[in-house]
């Protein structure tokens, strides 16, 4: 099973609603998944979750164990002041080291109102999971000025539908 991350804890975010297309996407090609929403975390886990406190929140250990089932992921991110969310960063560092990251496959989709399409933030995101011994798929659709390209939740650009589903086909042989 795929496990899709919604790459933000903002509440309603767009990044839902591409992670509900990417699903579609997966399921039409006959593979299941899985979203997970940082939303989801317990509010307090940077602190009752991480670094000391490992293992002792029973909300962010489910989570955690959700995602190390995994052995493919999605990563849907938003940029956020010229990076990714600061969240998905913390959840990142709150995976057990050596991480469950290590020889998993992921693929990343970046999205942004402005122009970059998030480039800047997959760029971050690629490094940290190289660090993390975890395998990128080299197709990043960037998804650039998103409401525009955006209606009733659902993706009005030709061009970024077919690289999703582009980027989903070439995950599943991965």
Do not use: W
Not at 77 to 94: A, Q, R
């Amino acid at each position: 099973m795929i496990k899709i991350i919604v790459g933000t804890n903002r509440p309603h975010p767009l990044s839902k609603q591409l992670a509900l297309m990417y699903q579609n996407n997966l399921q039409k090609l006959g593979e299941s998944s899985e979203i997970l929403e940082l939303n989801e975390l317990p509010h307090d886990f940077a602190f009752s979750a991480l670094y000391q406190n490992n293992g002792k929140n029973p909300a962010f250990n489910a989570f955690h164990d959700r995602v190390k089932e995994g052995e493919k992921f999605v990563f849907i991110v938003p940029e956020y002041n010229g990076s990714f969310p600061g969240v998905l960063k913390t959840f990142i560092d709150g995976m057990n080291y050596p991480n469950h990251f290590r020889d998993k496959k992921c693929a990343l989709v970046g999205l942004s109102s402005g122009v970059g399409g998030g480039g800047i933030a997959l760029s971050h995101l690629t490094d940290i999971f190289h660090y993390l011994g975890m395998h990128v798929l080299p197709l990043k659709p960037k998804l650039a000025k998103i409401e525009e390209n955006m209606s009733d939740n659902l993706l009005t650009n030709r061009l970024y539908m077919e690289l999703l589903l582009s980027q989903a086909e070439m995950l599943i042989d991965f």
